[in-house]
């Protein structure tokens, strides 16, 4: 089974990196998201402009005390670049994973499938060989928006080390997987592109949103905070910025990085497994 | 032994009965073929036979496996030629015979042996380093060929393989699976629409019209079964009608007089038309024209769908769908 899902993976990972636009577009997005989202979050770019024709002390002084105001809800050292730029991150799996349900569509389409169909393979190998591709693209375009998040000026914690960010690739991974098994299974039956997309597009932003990717969930509606509770990316989101803020003087925080990690192990398993056993009912032709 | 065996084998599309209660077994070893008019089942039943759909009703045992129950012990035996294209377009033909020989568990160099043994036969060598994306229609129906070569199956299903190649491929290529079919002893399940091929290679022959089958047998019980051989005789002296003594020669069935020309259906057409110019020459009179007519199973087909096949030879719809197919793939 392995080697079939390695099989099938290698195939979407050929077809992908074959298509120079597919590329482009991984490495240009997240520039774009990174770019647009700090700016339009930042409050103290925002605060500055109605005050433009004050003297520039008081409008430095009041930038200042934007700024410790934002370090007081988010907690500690954390500035909102920071804060969003780790959240990003669980954003960038959300939006790749989405999309896992897709080449589903189109291998439907093109008969494709009916090939893996009738080969004497798991049908769950076929499913998982998408997730896996799809947590590999995920996983791809994290580490790209990571780097470029540090150019822009992401502060980790000064102990910030190989193995923590090894634990932020274990997290992303555990939701990458995860939710590219939620689209799949969401998706299976679906045999049109548009109505895949307008699944996608019903999605997004509110998992997005409802969600500590953005914003700290204390600072939402009470109605708002009970669904970013259960959203799998306020956990990720949480567990990658536990990782980020590891500096000398707090340490790791330990408990918190378990439960996180706790939560999102049983997210991908039991998306996992409800994928490869919709695969046997939901692949079928006809 | 039965090496397919179907029993009231059904397929219901909300109300259109697809496949209805078709029974009928295959040899081991046989060229068995599916004949019928466009939408008469042809494909809904290969797909039930390869695992791709449950039938609605009744049972089908392949290579002694239940479709439903052993699915995944028929498809390691099977091997698929689809109707609709299903190769890769994005990857080249090499690695979409690669693909197809690790779903398969075809050892790797075992595989790449196979694959220039089939790439050769269907003249793809050349062009298998290149995207599939810039085969030509037949050279995609090609590579869908060799693809279900690779790894030997016990049995394979052909639905309309040679549809839109030229002669020329069509040949060799069935040369190749007669050889194959004789080597390996394999099992050959298809469906055509070119009633030659069907007539010189298939061993036998179910003609299928609206789901259900109308007529089974060896190409030439079906021929016989419509009326046998009939020939088509001409005399110089047209003032007498002389059926009567035709008749009573040996191997005449039945005579008729149409305007000048006999129609006299025979039993055994080639032994039949010696003696019965012989017998006319001793009656003192002379023949002007003779033929002989053999059925075709053309004339079969007709016979039981009530449709000519020579209509749906070109089998625009068909073209048509592989084309839409194709540009599909192509956007
Ligand atoms: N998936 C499907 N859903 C609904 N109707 C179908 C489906 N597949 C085939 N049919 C219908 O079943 C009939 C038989 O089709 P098919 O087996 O493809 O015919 P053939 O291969 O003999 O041309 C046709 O009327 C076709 O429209
Ligand atoms: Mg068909």
Same mark, same amino acid.
């Given at each position: 089974?392995?080697?079939?899902?390695?099989?099938?993976?290698?195939r979407?990972?050929?077809?992908?990196?074959?298509e120079?636009?597919?590329?482009?577009?991984?490495?240009?997005?997240?520039?774009i998201?990174?770019?647009?989202f700090?700016?339009?979050?930042?409050?103290?770019?925002l605060?500055?402009?109605p005050?433009?024709?004050l003297?520039?002390?008081?409008?430095?002084?009041?930038g200042?005390?934007?700024?410790?105001?934002i370090?007081?809800i988010?907690?500690?050292?954390?500035?909102?670049?920071?804060?969003?730029?780790?959240?990003?991150?669980?954003?960038?799996?959300?939006?790749?994973?989405?999309?896992?349900?897709?080449?589903v569509?189109w291998?439907?389409?093109?008969?494709?499938?009916?090939?893996?169909?009738?080969?004497?393979?798991?049908?769950?190998?076929?499913?998982?060989?998408?997730?896996?591709?799809?947590?590999?693209?995920?996983?791809?375009?994290?580490?790209?928006?990571?780097?470029?998040?540090?150019?822009?000026?992401?502060?980790?914690g000064?102990?910030?080390n190989?193995?923590?960010?090894?634990?932020?690739?274990?997290?992303l991974?555990?939701?990458?997987?995860?939710l590219?098994?939620?689209?799949?299974?969401?998706?299976?039956?679906i045999?049109s592109?548009?109505?895949?997309?307008?699944?996608?597009?019903?999605?997004?932003?509110?998992?997005?949103?409802a969600?500590?990717?953005?914003?700290?969930?204390?600072?939402?509606?009470?109605?708002?905070?009970?669904?970013?509770?259960v959203?799998?990316?306020?956990?990720?989101?949480?567990?990658?910025?536990?990782f980020?803020?590891?500096?000398?003087?707090v340490?790791?925080?330990?408990?918190?990085?378990?439960?996180?990690?706790e939560?999102?192990?049983?997210f991908?398993?039991?998306?996992?497994?409800?994928?490869?056993?919709l695969?046997?009912?939901?692949?079928r032709k006809? | 032994?039965?090496?397919?065996?179907?029993?009231?084998?059904?397929?219901?599309?909300?109300?259109l009965?697809?496949v209805?209660?078709?029974s009928?077994?295959?040899?081991?070893g046989?060229?068995?073929?599916?004949?019928?008019?466009?939408?008469a089942?042809?494909?809904?039943?290969?797909?039930?036979?390869?695992?791709?759909?449950?039938p609605?009703?009744?049972s089908a045992?392949?290579?002694?496996?239940?479709?439903?129950?052993?699915?995944?012990?028929?498809?390691s035996?099977?091997g698929?030629v689809?109707?609709?294209?299903?190769?890769?377009?994005?990857?080249?033909?090499?690695?979409?015979?690669?693909?197809?020989a690790?779903?398969?568990?075809?050892?790797?160099?075992?595989?790449? /042996?196979?694959?220039? #043994?089939?790439?050769?036969?269907?003249?793809?060598?050349?062009?298998?380093? *290149? %995207?599939? @994306? &810039? +085969?030509?229609?037949?050279?995609?129906?090609?590579?869908?060929?060799?693809?279900?070569?690779?790894?030997?199956?016990?049995?394979?299903?052909?639905?309309?393989?040679?549809?839109?190649?030229?002669?020329?491929?069509?040949?060799?290529?069935?040369?190749y699976?007669?050889?194959?079919?004789e080597e390996?002893?394999?099992?050959?399940?298809?469906?055509?629409?070119?009633?030659?091929?069907?007539d010189?290679?298939?061993?036998?022959?179910?003609?299928?019209?609206?789901?259900?089958?109308?007529?089974?047998?060896?190409?030439?019980?079906?021929?016989?079964?419509?009326?046998?051989?009939?020939?088509?005789?001409?005399?110089?002296?047209?003032? /007498?009608?002389?059926? #009567?003594?035709?008749?009573?020669?040996?191997?005449?069935?039945?005579?008729? *007089? %149409?305007? @000048? &020309? +006999?129609?006299?259906?025979?039993?055994k057409?080639?032994?039949?038309?010696?003696?019965?110019?012989?017998?006319?020459?001793?009656?003192n009179?002379?023949?002007?024209t003779?033929?002989?007519?053999?059925?075709?199973?053309?004339?079969?087909?007709?016979?039981?769908?009530?449709?000519?096949?020579?209509?749906n030879?070109?089998?625009?719809?068909?073209?048509?769908?592989?084309?839409?197919?194709?540009?599909?793939?192509?956007?």
């Open positions: 089974m392995i080697s079939e899902i390695w099989a099938l993976t290698i979407e990972v050929k077809k992908w990196i074959r120079p636009i597919l590329v482009f577009m991984m490495i240009i997005q997240p520039v998201w990174l770019g647009l700090g700016q339009a979050f930042n409050l103290t770019g605060v500055q402009i005050l433009s024709n003297p520039p002390e008081i409008t430095q002084q009041i200042v005390i934007f700024n410790q105001t370090g007081s988010f907690g500690g050292t954390l500035d909102y670049f920071t804060y969003m730029a780790a959240g990003m991150l669980s954003v960038v799996i959300l939006f790749t994973s989405m999309f896992s349900g897709m080449s569509v291998d439907r389409r093109f008969g494709f499938l009916n090939k893996l169909l009738v080969a004497p393979i798991a049908r769950g190998s076929i499913v998982m060989a998408k997730v896996t591709s799809s947590v590999i693209r995920g996983l791809f375009q994290v580490a790209l928006v990571f780097s470029i998040a540090f150019a822009f000026g992401l502060k980790a000064n102990a910030f190989v193995l923590d960010l090894l634990g932020v690739f274990a997290g991974f555990l939701l990458s997987l995860g590219s098994s939620f689209f799949i299974a969401l998706t299976i039956r045999k592109w548009e109505a895949h997309m307008a699944v996608i597009n019903l999605l997004n932003l509110p998992l997005m949103f969600s500590s990717a953005l914003f700290p969930i204390n600072m939402m509606p009470d109605w708002l905070q009970s669904i970013a509770k959203n799998p990316i306020s956990y990720a989101s949480d567990l990658v910025r536990a980020i803020l590891h500096s000398s003087s340490g790791l925080d330990v408990s918190r990085i378990a439960l996180n990690f939560v999102l192990i049983a991908a398993v039991i998306f996992s497994f409800i994928g490869i056993v695969a046997e009912r939901g692949l006809g | 032994m039965a090496i397919i065996e179907t029993k009231d084998l059904t397929k219901v599309f909300g109300k009965i697809a209805d209660h078709v009928f077994a295959v040899e081991e046989e060229i068995f073929g599916f004949l019928g008019p466009n939408g089942g042809k494909t809904t039943t290969i797909n039930m036979l390869t695992t791709l759909m449950n609605t009703e009744g045992k392949v290579a002694g496996f239940d479709i439903v129950k052993d699915a995944n012990k028929v498809r035996l099977i698929l689809p109707q609709d294209l299903t190769v890769d377009e994005d990857l080249t033909g090499m690695e979409n015979m690669m693909l197809q690790m779903l398969y568990h075809v050892p790797k160099d075992v595989a790449k /042996k196979r694959i220039e #043994e089939v790439l050769r036969l269907v003249e793809l060598e050349d062009a298998a380093n *290149r %995207k599939v @994306e &810039t +085969y030509s229609g037949g050279m995609r129906k090609r590579l869908e060929l060799a693809e279900g070569l690779i790894h030997y199956p016990k049995i394979l299903f052909l639905d309309e393989p040679t549809l839109g190649l030229d002669v020329q491929t069509r040949t060799v290529i069935w040369d699976i007669k050889k194959l079919k390996r002893g394999m099992t050959i399940f298809m469906t055509t629409h070119y009633m030659e091929e069907a010189a290679l298939c061993n036998r022959i179910a003609i299928i019209d609206y789901g259900k089958i109308r007529a089974l047998g060896k190409p030439k019980e079906l021929k016989d079964g419509i009326g046998g051989d009939v020939i088509e005789l001409a005399l110089f002296d047209n003032s /007498k009608d002389f059926s #009567e003594a035709i008749a009573k020669m040996p191997y005449v069935i039945d005579v008729k *007089r %149409k305007s @000048e &020309t +006999y129609k006299i259906k025979v039993a057409g080639e032994e039949a038309l010696p003696n019965i110019i012989e017998g006319i020459l001793k009656m009179l002379k023949v002007s003779v033929s002989l007519i053999k059925p075709t199973l053309d004339q079969v087909y007709l016979e039981y769908t009530g449709r000519s096949l020579r209509e030879e070109g089998n625009r719809e068909e073209v048509m769908r592989m084309m839409r197919n194709i540009r599909r793939a192509r956007q």
